[in-house]
């Protein structure tokens, strides 16, 4: 009887402390969930022209975030997710491109979805944003 009370005190302790965790926003630099991520606004430098919201996000095989798929308008834009900062409190984030810069980006659509893994578009995505791709880690299952 003793050893149930203790364990539901347990628990209703740890239950208790994730909500009050769950309630504070995310800093910068710290985890993300999906939802934070999905509707984020994305700004460019400055702060003053955005440039659509977070439609989808890409991860690769091994389960590394990899891109943000921005939407302006039915244009669809990949921005690597190193390239943006969050602000998950306000939902924007920033990528640090002037309008020019961003405007040379190709866009595609719903019906047209690039291959996000092959060499080549990887590394003309992240040359884009100034970055280079990190290594993609095989995972096998």
């Known amino acids: 009887m003793l050893s149930t009370i203790l364990r539901s005190g347990l628990l209703a302790a740890f239950l208790m ?72 409190e306000k939902r924007t984030a920033m990528v640090p491109l002037t309008v020019e810069q961003y405007n040379a980006i190709p866009t595609y659509t719903t019906t047209t979805y690039p291959s996000y893994f092959t060499p080549t578009y990887r590394t003309e995505v992240y040359k884009y944003y100034g970055l280079s791709p990190r290594p993609l880690r095989l995972f096998n299952r």
């Open 17 to 88: 402390a994730t909500t009050a965790m769950a309630a504070e926003p995310v800093k910068a630099g710290g985890h993300f969930r999906a939802k934070q991520v999905i509707g984020t606004k994305i700004f460019l430098k400055g702060g003053d022209t955005g440039v659509g919201t977070v439609e989808d996000i890409v991860f690769d095989a091994a389960g590394n975030l990899e891109y943000l798929i921005v939407d302006n308008n039915g244009k669809l834009v990949t921005v690597p997710f190193e390239a943006a900062t969050f602000d998950i």
